[in-house]
């Protein structure tokens, strides 16, 4: 009894001592970017830490020890200008055009967080006292600002793996040869950052030059791991913790339990995930989907947010599934997806093999993953048909190829030395403690660009090179012409 007693005094004196306040700034207007912020946060929380959490989503259900900053106002104001365009309609931006309107909006969407009075209540309220501020990365840089104005250690974290976006942050090698995608095209360019310094001058009292502040970066955390993409180059401060967000199954509802159980011929799941809804798909899309789907023997569950007439019989559709645990059922076969970076992890986790539609964003680059890993066929929305579809089924269900390297990256994803939750905790704790972990930044942060690529050494090496060339130049001739003057004489 006096042992165990002692035990838990010394347990509870361990997590009282590490409990770790944390101003945690997740303000993407898409709620997957939210969810992984939140999973992170809530489960941080549940092991003792203190968190504030900001985004422009009001919480669900309330979370013990974690305190929900809502943003209100923004998110609206962007759904109702968004609400006359298809998300469908983005699939044949350019990518140049994304890229711009990516710059354009995250700008924007700094200065709108910022100002904001909540925000703006948030930062002079200096005797709310944190150990470290976290934001999100997606091109929102300037926050980290936040983090220098409250005087703490600050990170990110990243949606996605390690980029260009974020790799210079931390003077981790970006490599566009092999590093591929929309977001390499995207390198963040000084006008960028320039925009952002204006920005945070403007809202964040007596900040230092943005420069100063994102290359002081102490830690990144990456929804990412190398079974989701190939290995690429990290810095010590850069930690992968892919997966994380994916609990264990949990039960299903019995009617879902029901149908999945009695599905003799096995489940295709089917979802666009939460902005691409499916009801949102052109008519003849939709028909050209369902065709396809009525030729299949498989149970189909689709994610389709109204009611369809003239379903074929073994097409189910609701407005949402509980899509983790659903994945993680035995019976399903395959998921058709948009690709999304949650739903891509999601269904590697569970070794389910996808199918993807990818329509605008990342999901390309997701798909593109998935398909050189061996799980995943790809069909680009614009070829999205009924024979293409087909096609592409036929290929994942009756190739046993997808469904072996679903499995293997499914093991690959989940082997971890710790959970990476605890991983993503360990770090945040040893940030604090060791005040920003100096000792673990590469040297390479406070090189410049020439310095780097070593082209001032390059320089002057040249430089030598060619003065010894005009030297050695100089003397051969002098020899030569004296040893011609000497053969004249001899002549004479
Ligand atoms: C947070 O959790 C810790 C440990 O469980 C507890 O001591 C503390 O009172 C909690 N703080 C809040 C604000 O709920
Ligand atoms: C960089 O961050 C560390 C840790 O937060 C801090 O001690 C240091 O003063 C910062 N350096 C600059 C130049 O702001």
Redesign the pocket.
Known sequence: MRVALLITSVLLFLTCTNSVRILAIFPMLSHSHYTIGHTLMKELAKRGHEITFVSLFPEKEKVNNLTSVVLDGIQQKYQESKSSLSPFSLHNIPSFLTIFMLNQMTCQLLEEILEHETMQALLKNKDKQYDIVLSEQFMLDGLLAV??HF????GLVSAIGPSTWSNHLVGAPDIPSYMGSIITENKVHTSFYTRMNDIIQKYVPNS?HIY??IY?T?LIIYNSDVALSQPLPTAPNMIEIGGFHVLPPKKLPDDLQKLLDNAKNGVIYFSMGSVMKSKLLPLEKRQEILKALSKVKETVLWKFEENLPDLPPNVVIKDWFPQTDLLAHPNVKVFITHGGRLSTIEALYRGVPIVGIPVFGDQTMNMANAVSCGHGVMIPYGDLSEETLTNALKEVLHNPKYSISAKHGSSVLQDQIVNPIDKAEYWIEYVVKY??A?HLRLASVDLAWYQHASLDVILFLGVVDLLLVWVFYKIARRLCCRSKKNKKQKVN
């Open positions: 983090g220098q005087g703490v250690p600050y230092p100063d502040i002081n102490s005040k920003g100096k």
